[in-house]
């Protein structure tokens, strides 16, 4: 079946740092989504790409569609403390509007 | 602002005690998914609404049911709570299964005792 690789799996940096996170699949999609889930909390929407090519910015997040529809990474520049939680990459490939979600990137910030 | 609510937050019940999750929207969404998410893994799909039809992922176990009486509100329905369905559920929804945004609300945290 369809299948998203995430990496990697934890990260652990110094407040102001840069990360980069991505999501690798055999199969093409139509649509990457990147989510940030905080302990206890519903994974919030941070980036919609719906292009091959494309590339997203939403304050010092930035996203791209790989050109192949195979792949996706998320950047996050100048890293803060809230910054902490999981990010999760997801991708559906059709009308179905079934997600498929990696495993999940733990990021933490050390001040 | 336009949002997807689930009540309550946390919910405790017993083995074997029937409960329901509860999910309002008001964004006006055609779909709208549950997910069962355990602790540190990616969320599970359950089932979906399109509008009025039902849709079952197919190892989604009998135990589980949803209602769906309107446009705004869904519940997932645990007939026989084990110990192995204490979990986060979550609640999304997304204009139509061909517009694939989803957008999550804050989850429920089931505990079976």
């Known amino acids: 079946g369809q299948q998203l690789n995430q990496s990697p799996q934890s990260m652990f940096i110094q407040e102001g740092e840069d990360v980069s996170m991505n999501c690798t699949s055999s199969s093409i999609f139509n649509t990457w989504l990147w989510y940030k889930q905080d302990p206890g909390e519903g994974p919030v929407l941070l980036i919609a790409l719906y292009k091959a090519g494309e590339l997203t910015s939403n304050g010092r997040l930035t996203a791209q569609f790989g050109i192949t529809r195979k792949d996706s990474f998320l950047n996050i520049s100048a890293s803060i403390p809230s910054d902490v939680g999981i990010y999760f990459c997801a991708a559906t490939s059709g009308n179905t509007g079934k997600l498929i979600f990696g495993q999940g990137t733990t990021l933490q910030v050390k001040p | 602002d336009a949002m997807v609510i689930q009540n309550p937050r946390y919910q405790v019940t017993q083995f074997g005690k029937p409960v329901t999750l509860s999910c309002s929207q008001t964004l006006n969404h055609n779909v709208m998914y549950w997910y069962q998410q355990k602790s540190s893994q990616a969320p599970k799909l359950l089932f979906h609404y399109y509008d009025k039809d039902f849709n079952n992922e197919a190892d989604t176990p009998d135990n589980f049911q949803s209602r769906r009486p309107n446009t705004s509100f869904c519940f997932l329905d645990i007939r026989s709570p084990g110990l192995g369905d204490a979990a986060m559920y979550l609640c999304?929804?997304?204009?139509?299964?061909?517009?694939?945004?989803?957008?999550f609300g804050p989850g429920t945290r089931l505990t079976v005792l």
């Open positions: 999304a929804t997304s204009r139509g299964p061909g517009i694939d945004t989803q957008y």
